[in-house]
């Protein structure tokens, strides 16, 4: 295989130049991380199963009208997808009292919220990604008043659609995070859903157990994280019932 000119390397993907003008090929990881990376290890087929859960909510968002950055699964490790100037924003959503919330305002973990709640952070690792108000995001030019009313509706758009599948599989959606791109098509501006969505960037808990079932398995040490993303992609049909982990070939 040629060697492709890498873009970009986070902790949990690889981007590459892509095909065609205007793409980017997003390879997935088997790296695992918490605490902003002071945690980590390699779970071998962490990656794929990223891949084929990230594939299965953009195909059902761009399907219901919810643009995203998504063109097609490549293979099992990697995807094809529309390149896009990322807005420098975390984009989290909240149906539940979780995490950092839950400690910054005294909650209990699970505590229903009087409605899903939206908060951004400022996408900078050295920082450790700090929340920040609209006014800060308006002043400094990360995203116009516009920009941020569009983020919202949208995001709030993928909080139901998100919520509605995971409990038909059975499972809760306690909160999420996105990250948006702006595309150009002439003067016309759109924003997209980017980057991914998968168990790496949601709490999900079992709504008959409250089991883990999301990247909370490794950052409190309850478990295998590979069998809790295969119990997330076996209950959406992503995968086999009777299927493991998989396991595939690296690609250079």
């Not at 399907?63 to 989290?92: A, D, W, Y």
Request: proline share 5%; hydrophobic share 40%; glycine share 8%.
């Amino acid at each position: 295989m040629a060697r492709r000119k890498k873009i970009y390397e986070g902790k949990a993907k690889i981007l590459y130049e892509g095909p065609e003008p205007g793409t980017i090929v997003q390879y997935f990881k088997d790296d695992a991380t918490a605490f902003n990376a002071e945690k980590h290890d390699v779970l071998d087929g962490k990656g794929v199963l990223n891949n084929r859960l990230s594939e299965f909510f953009m195909l059902g968002l761009n399907q219901i009208g919810v643009p995203t950055h998504f063109l097609k699964r490549l293979n099992m490790r990697e995807q094809l997808v529309r390149s896009c100037e990322i807005v420098p924003l975390e984009v989290i959503v909240r149906n539940y009292a979780a995490g950092s919330m839950a400690k910054r305002l005294g909650l209990e973990e699970g505590q229903a919220l009087p409605r899903p709640m939206v908060e951004f952070s400022y996408k900078d690792d050295a920082l450790g990604d700090p929340l920040v108000p609209e006014e800060y995001i308006i002043s400094f030019g990360w995203a116009s008043q516009q920009d941020l009313d569009d983020i919202v509706a949208l995001a709030l758009r993928v909080n139901d659609f998100m919520s509605g599948v995971m409990y038909g599989a059975g499972i809760k959606l306690i909160d999420f995070k996105i990250e948006f791109g702006r595309v150009y098509e002439g003067e016309f501006m759109r924003l997209i859903v980017a980057d991914e969505i998968s168990p790496d960037s949601c709490r999900l808990w079992d709504i008959e157990t409250g089991a883990k079932l999301d990247k909370d398995v490794f950052r409190r040490d309850l478990g295998s994280l590979t069998d809790a993303y295969t119990e997330v992609a076996r209950r959406l049909g992503v995968l086999p019932a009777n299927t493991g982990a998989p396991k595939p070939t690296l690609i250079n």
